[in-house]
């Protein structure tokens, strides 16, 4: 990622499209790599099967990788999970960026990702409320759920039952 100068969420929101993606820091825009192709047939097939139960049940909303949330101000940080999902009761359709954490992030690591980075941005997620985020390793052919105070590997499937009812992917389908 690239750190250029610093800006605000409503800066960032009318950035001309320049086929890049972006992520606003503390105030700093950092440019996203291109992510390899298991990466992004991982976070479809994550994504595709989450939208399907969702909708179904009328949980809420799922946003996709475009999709950012505005988690701190002054200085501004607006992050783009690869799949978020928001409850029903607290869902907002808007042209700006999601106000406030999703309810889940799912995050899955790029080739261009190191560890550092998927720790700091699981803490800035954690720090702004997100209720749990699912840490999803190609390279190990794993997943881990974090919450506040805890991490755990995920044996067999992503699951968050408390948050998401009903929905459970197998670590099979998500990495076959």
């Given amino acids: 990622m690239t750190v250029t100068s610093l800006m605000t969420a409503d800066e960032l929101l009318r950035m001309p499209d320049d ?3 972006y992520e606003l820091v503390r105030g700093e825009l950092r440019k996203m790599s ?4 298991r990466h ?10 989450l939208f399907t139960h969702v909708q179904a049940n009328k949980l809420g909303e799922v946003t996709g990788a475009d ?8 200085p501004d940080t607006v992050l783009v999970p690869d799949i978020g999902f928001i409850r029903r009761d607290r869902a ?3 042209d700006h960026f999601f106000d406030g954490p999703p309810d889940v992030a799912i995050e899955v690591i790029s080739p ?7 720790e700091e941005k699981t803490q800035d997620w954690l720090r702004a409320g997100t209720r ?3 840490v999803v390793n190609p390279r190990t052919k794993s997943a881990r759920i974090h919450r506040p105070g805890k991490s755990d590997a995920l044996a067999d ?11 459970r992917m197998p670590l099979s389908e998500v990495f076959d």
């Fill in 34 to 37: 291109p992510s390899g192709n």
């Fill in 67 to 74: 999709g950012g949330y505005w988690i701190t101000r002054h």
């Fill in 19 to 21: 086929g890049y993606r």
């Fill in 92 to 94: 907002v359709i808007t």
């Fill in 157 to 167: 499937a992503i699951t968050v039952e408390d948050l998401i009812p009903g929905w």
């Fill in 132 to 134: 749990a985020v699912i």
């Fill in 112 to 118: 261009s990702d190191t560890y550092t980075e998927v």
């Fill in 40 to 49: 992004t047939i991982i976070g479809v097939r994550i994504a595709a099967s």
